[in-house]
C-alpha cells in the first residue's frame, strides 16, 4: 500500500520559514518524480515544485523561484520542501505527490502565513 505523509505545517508570520517533509512508503521511492503542490481556499491545485529521482531536472512555479527549495533523501525515502521568506499569499494546504506511470498523493498539510 502507497502512503505519502506530509508533516511540518503550521502558523507562520510574513517573512518566516518551514520546512514540510513527505515521508513515503509501499513504492521504489528512488524510481519516482517527487513533486509539491499547493491549494488555496477557493482555489485550484497548482504545481509548486518538483524533483528528479537523481535531483538533476528540478523546477519550480515562478510563484516561488528563489524563495522554495526542493530535496530528496532517496535512502530515507523522504522528501522536502523549505520555504523561506514566506508570504500570506503562499498560504495553502501543501500536498506530497509521487509520480511514475501514475501519481499518489499525501493527505495534505495546512501552511498559514499571517501579515
Known amino acids: 500500500q502507497v502512503q505519502l505523509v506530509e508533516s511540518g505545517g503550521g502558523l507562520v508570520q510574513s517573512g518566516g520559514s518551514l520546512t514540510l517533509s513527505c515521508a513515503v512508503s509501499g513504492l521504489t521511492f528512488s524510481n519516482y518524480v517527487m513533486s509539491w503542490y499547493r491549494q488555496a481556499p477557493g482555489k485550484e491545485r497548482e504545481f509548486v515544485a518538483s524533483?528528479?529521482?537523481?535531483?538533476?531536472?528540478?523546477y519550480y512555479a515562478d510563484s516561488v523561484k528563489g524563495r522554495f527549495t526542493i530535496s530528496r533523501n532517496n535512502v530515507r525515502y523522504r522528501h522536502y520542501l523549505r520555504m523561506d521568506r514566506l508570504k500570506p499569499e503562499d498560504t495553502a494546504v501543501y500536498y506530497c505527490c509521487a509520480t511514475l506511470s501514475s501519481s499518489y498523493w499525501g493527505q495534505g498539510t495546512q501552511v498559514t502565513v499571517s501579515s
Open positions: 524533483i528528479s529521482p537523481a535531483d538533476d531536472n528540478i
